[in-house]
């Protein structure tokens, strides 16, 4: 599947790589619970919450987004985002 390598992204050196990452899984995540929970599996959640302490402001806003997606309506991801740090970053 795609998710995988979109999550790979997430921890590239390069700062475009990572805004791509946190955008095509943003996409993915947007309404569709089934993604939410392949997304929150494959690793995701702890490099979106690095990227809210990137120096790239775009970064900072895709990974956001990318995390508002995935914690909508799922009270699973919810509390893992929140446990991976989250909450102070944003």
């Known amino acids: 599947g795609a998710i995988p390598p979109l999550v790979n992204l997430l921890t590239s050196r390069a700062a475009i790589a990572k805004k791509k990452g946190a955008a095509a ?3 993915l995540a947007d309404k569709n619970d089934k993604n939410q929970v392949a997304i929150a599996d494959a690793g995701a959640i702890p ?8 120096r790239a402001a775009i970064a900072k806003k895709k990974g956001a987004a990318a995390l508002w997606s995935l914690a909508d309506k799922n009270d699973k991801n919810q509390v893992a985002i929140a446990d991976a740090g989250a909450i102070p970053p944003l």
């Open 25 to 27: 899984l943003w996409s």
């Open 47 to 54: 490099p979106l919450v690095n990227l809210l302490t990137s």
